[in-house]
């Protein structure tokens, strides 16, 4: 099964809110984590990512936090704007390390 | 510096064709990975390849489809005589030589429609 899963399938915030997508994760020894954003019709695109020495990283209006006791981390957008209406997915690497897992994804709508 | 690209975009085929995707990676990229997401679905490891080599197919069904990295030209990745079932979007994303396979950056996906 997935190893990485997210928390609800559509999230709908109104502009100016912040969003908070979360993701859960099964494997207690996982040490890194990426955040990526699918717009309609387009790739996944690499948002930040984070290793498990840290508990928080922030990036551009992004942060993401990571709690390894409840293996859980979170996509908290600041500001959300309309730009930012798209899937987002958590993904972790397989032991491996290239295999990258992905949850099934938040479908994140902003309001205007 | 261009990104991934992928080409076709968008390709329809009948039951029983064959059809035929590319992907040319990042300049400088020699590391290439092809993924299948289906609709309200995140993507799934289909196989990783380096130049003329074939790392890890184990994403890959084992009837019909195949992938290879020649030495010049793009990836390809072929599926045989398609059934409706292979009706999803195919992302390809590469990675430098050096550093972590995490670092895949991809493309804009090919979506495949079997009539």
């Known amino acids: 099964g997935e190893s990485v899963g997210l928390h609800l399938p559509t999230l709908s915030v109104q502009e100016g809110d912040n969003s908070i997508i979360n993701c859960a994760y099964s494997?207690?020894?996982?040490?890194?984590f990426i955040w990526y954003k699918q717009e309609s019709g387009k790739g996944p695109q690499f948002i930040i990512d984070?290793?498990?020495?840290?508990d928080k990283r922030q990036g551009q209006r992004v942060t993401v936090l990571l709690n390894k006791t409840v293996k859980h981390l979170s996509l908290q957008i600041a500001a959300t704007q309309p730009g930012d209406s798209a899937v987002y997915f958590c993904?972790?690497?397989?032991?491996?390390?290239?295999?990258?897992?992905f949850g099934a994804g938040t479908t994140v709508t902003v309001r205007a | 510096n261009a990104g991934v690209m992928q080409n076709p975009r968008h390709l329809v085929r009948r039951r029983g064709q064959e059809a035929r995707l590319r992907c040319s990676p990042m300049k400088g990229h020699s590391h290439v990975y092809w993924y299948r997401q289906l609709p309200e679905e995140g993507l799934k490891f289909m196989v990783y390849?380096?130049?003329?080599?074939?790392?890890?197919e184990s994403g890959m069904p084992k009837e019909r489809f195949s992938a290879e990295f020649p030495k010049e030209g793009p990836s390809i990745l072929r599926i045989q005589q398609v059934v409706r079932g292979d009706s999803a979007a195919y992302f390809c994303?590469?990675?430098?030589?050096?550093?972590?396979?995490?670092?895949?950056?991809f493309g804009p996906g090919t979506r495949l429609t079997v009539l």
């Open positions: 984070i290793r498990s020495n840290m």
């Open positions: 494997n207690s020894a996982s040490d890194y």
């Open positions: 390849l380096q130049k003329e080599n074939i790392i890890d």
């Open positions: 993904a972790e690497p397989a032991s491996n390390d290239y295999k990258l897992s």
């Open positions: 994303a590469s990675s430098p030589p050096s550093g972590s396979g995490n670092e895949q950056f």
